[in-house]
């Protein structure tokens, strides 16, 4: 096992398009999340998921994001009609526990929006 | 809403020098971790610390989480320019229902040749 996959790494797109992302977490981590960062911040969580079921999702997460992860194993997350603010790195991590004892994390999708 | 506060927030300094780096909240935490981030990267786990007052040892890296379990420390000796990277706290909140981190906005750490 490679670790935690995410495609693409960067993606540079026109304000107003749709675009989704790809992640494939470590194959015996049932957990997975998604988290975002901007430049000089931490990264700052936008949602959960246990198997496939989405248990916990953030204020950040606008009715533009959705997350699914059909058959507990991928996950996709999609922006529908992109802003320029949406522009940050998308994170995503994968655990066996919920949260307590750290995340293996993907290197990132690096989102422009122009 | 809980928050982690680093310090500093930028840290440059020569090769062979010791460091400390701090993580503060007025929040409790049920473990807290450490990750460090390399640019265009994503963080990297380096230790979680579960128990109030606990210190973990990494080759030359010690951390320490506070008895109250609210704030942790991170001290390196003989720093490396190999060392060089954004070093990011994040505290896993207590009780059922969230499992969301809670991270610092990191100390940038730049450990000169």
Same mark, same amino acid.
């Given at each position: 096992?490679?670790?935690?996959?995410?495609?693409?790494?960067?993606?540079?797109?026109?304000?107003?398009?749709?675009?989704?992302?790809?992640?494939?977490?470590?194959?015996?981590?049932?957990? @997975?999340?998604?988290? %975002?960062?901007?430049? *000089?911040?931490?990264?700052?969580? &936008?949602?959960?998921?246990?198997? /496939? $079921?989405?248990?916990?999702?953030?204020?950040?997460?606008?009715?533009?994001?959705?997350?699914?992860?059909?058959?507990?194993?991928?996950?996709? @997350?999609?922006?529908? %009609?992109?802003?320029? *603010?949406?522009?940050?790195?998308? &994170?995503?991590?994968?655990?066996? /526990? $919920?949260?307590?004892?750290?995340?293996?994390?993907?290197?990132?999708?690096?989102?422009?929006?122009? | 809403?809980?928050?982690?506060?680093?310090?500093?927030?930028?840290?440059?300094?020569?090769?062979?020098?010791?460091?400390?780096?701090?993580?503060?909240?007025?929040?409790?935490?049920?473990?807290?971790?450490?990750?460090?981030?390399?640019?265009?990267?994503?963080?990297?786990?380096?230790?979680?610390?579960?128990?109030?007052?606990?210190?973990?040892?990494?080759?030359?890296?010690?951390?320490?989480?506070?008895?109250?379990?609210?704030?942790?420390?991170?001290?390196?000796?003989?720093?490396?320019?190999?060392?060089?990277?954004?070093?990011?706290?994040?505290?896993?909140?207590?009780?059922?229902?969230?499992?969301?981190?809670?991270?610092?906005?990191?100390?940038?750490?730049?450990?000169?040749?």
């Amino acid at each position: 096992d490679t670790g935690v996959s995410q495609d693409p790494r960067h993606k540079i797109t026109k304000r107003g398009q749709n675009v989704t992302f790809r992640c494939d977490p470590i194959s015996e981590h049932n957990r @997975l999340y998604w988290y %975002r960062q901007t430049l *000089g911040q931490g990264p700052e969580f &936008l949602t959960y998921f246990q198997n /496939e $079921a989405q248990l916990e999702k953030s204020r950040l997460l606008s009715d533009r994001f959705s997350a699914e992860r059909p058959k507990g194993s991928f996950s996709t @997350l999609e922006i529908q %009609r992109t802003e320029q *603010g949406d522009s940050a790195m998308y &994170l995503c991590a994968s655990s066996l /526990e $919920a949260g307590v004892y750290g995340y293996t994390f993907g290197s990132g999708t690096r989102l422009t929006v122009v | 809403t809980q928050l982690l506060e680093q310090s500093p927030q930028f840290l440059s300094i020569q090769e062979g020098e010791n460091l400390t780096v701090y993580c503060n909240s007025s929040s409790v935490f049920s473990s807290l971790q450490w990750y460090r981030q390399e640019p265009g990267e994503g963080p990297v786990l380096l230790v979680t610390v579960v128990t109030g007052g606990e210190v973990k040892k990494l080759k030359r890296l010690t951390f320490q989480f506070g008895d109250a379990r609210k704030d942790s420390s991170l001290h390196i000796t003989a720093a490396q320019p190999g060392d060089t990277g954004l070093y990011l706290c994040a505290g896993a909140p207590t009780g059922a229902g969230s499992y969301q981190l809670t991270f610092g906005k990191g100390t940038k750490l730049s450990v000169i040749p």
